[in-house]
């Protein structure tokens, strides 16, 4: 994915931000067949999840839409959870619970889960004075106490470790106490601009069903397992990899926003190198009168 008018975020070369994210929740999925049945649903190898790995991965529609985008991470061996955006949690929910009727399976939203992001140039050396081990690859998983420690992916133009942060409140607190001596404060939307950076896509209720797997770049993220199996709407996804040509797909532009205000998920916007109706997925003010945003266009 090439950049595009690219004006650099907080300068994490120089500071190590903290970053609250309420944002984000939680999905679990537990029981007995739990494995079995994420298996049947969503894009990714589920047994990649692991204690010591997360995964990227999306539900689909029968047509391949994308309903839902997640990070899936493993509890213990029938437990999972999917951290995605608060917004989408409640239609995830209710796409997955259609198919989870004959399954011995329990759906239900952790909101005593809560996730912070830690992103700078000291970011990995703080961590790992104060926690003994840090993740070292991406998507890589380490706990501290009750703290689960998700190493997340960087950009070229914003190269510094970031670290997603889950758990209680109260397990939260104190290890964020620790690290608050040596960071400074960061903003949601200062995270949500280093995901744009770093090219990484998320879903909201006006962009739901909006786009297939292949027009969010998902496979080059590795969020889609093409050698897993069946799974909804992959019939659509496997042909379109392997007999088809992606006729859309993402790209990060830099725009001029009105009275500071950013385009919304799901609108069009033109673009000088791109022309006109590309539709947005993710939005965010990086400087006066201007946004940085991941749009879907279409392929030359």
């Not at 999840?49 to 061996?77: I, M, W, Y």
């Not at 770093?198 to 069903?209: D, I, K, M, Q, R």
């Not at 998902?218 to 019939?235: D, I, R």
Request: charged share 15%; with cysteine; hydrophobic share 35%.
């Amino acid at each position: 994915m090439s950049p595009i008018d690219i004006i650099m975020p907080l300068n994490t070369d120089t500071t190590t931000i903290l970053c609250p994210l309420p944002y984000l929740n939680t999905l679990s999925v537990s029981g007995p067949d739990a494995t079995t049945f994420l298996q049947g649903q969503v894009s990714c190898n589920v047994n990649d999840a692991t204690e010591t790995h997360s995964v990227l991965g999306c539900c689909c529609n029968p047509k391949g839409r994308v309903v839902s985008l997640f990070r899936l991470l493993q509890q213990d061996k029938h437990h999972y959870f999917l951290q995605l955006p608060s917004a989408i949690l409640g239609s995830t929910q209710s796409h997955l619970q259609k198919y989870a009727i004959f399954s011995k399976v329990t759906l239900a939203e952790t909101s005593k889960l809560h996730s912070v992001g830690l992103a700078g140039k000291d970011a990995d050396t703080l961590l790992n004075d104060i926690t003994g081990e840090i993740p070292e690859q991406i998507n890589a998983v380490t706990h501290y106490q009750d703290v689960t420690i998700v190493r997340i992916s960087s950009s070229d133009a914003t190269p510094q470790p970031r670290f997603m942060l889950i758990g209680s409140e109260a397990s939260l607190l104190k290890l964020c106490e620790a690290l608050q001596p040596h960071t400074d404060t960061g903003t949601p939307e200062d995270w949500q601009l280093l995901d744009i950076f770093a090219g990484l896509p998320s879903l909201a209720p006006e962009t739901v069903e909006r786009f297939l797997p292949h027009d969010l770049n998902l496979p080059e993220l590795g969020a889609v397992n093409f050698q897993k199996g069946c799974y909804t709407g992959q019939e659509i996804v496997a042909r379109m990899h392997y007999r088809g040509k992606p006729k859309r797909h993402m790209v990060q532009i830099g725009i001029g926003s009105t009275e500071n205000v950013c385009p919304n998920p799901g609108d069009l916007v033109a673009h000088d190198a791109l022309g006109e109706n590309n539709t947005v997925v993710a939005a965010v003010s990086d400087a006066p009168e201007h946004c940085q945003a991941l749009v879907v266009t279409q392929r030359n």
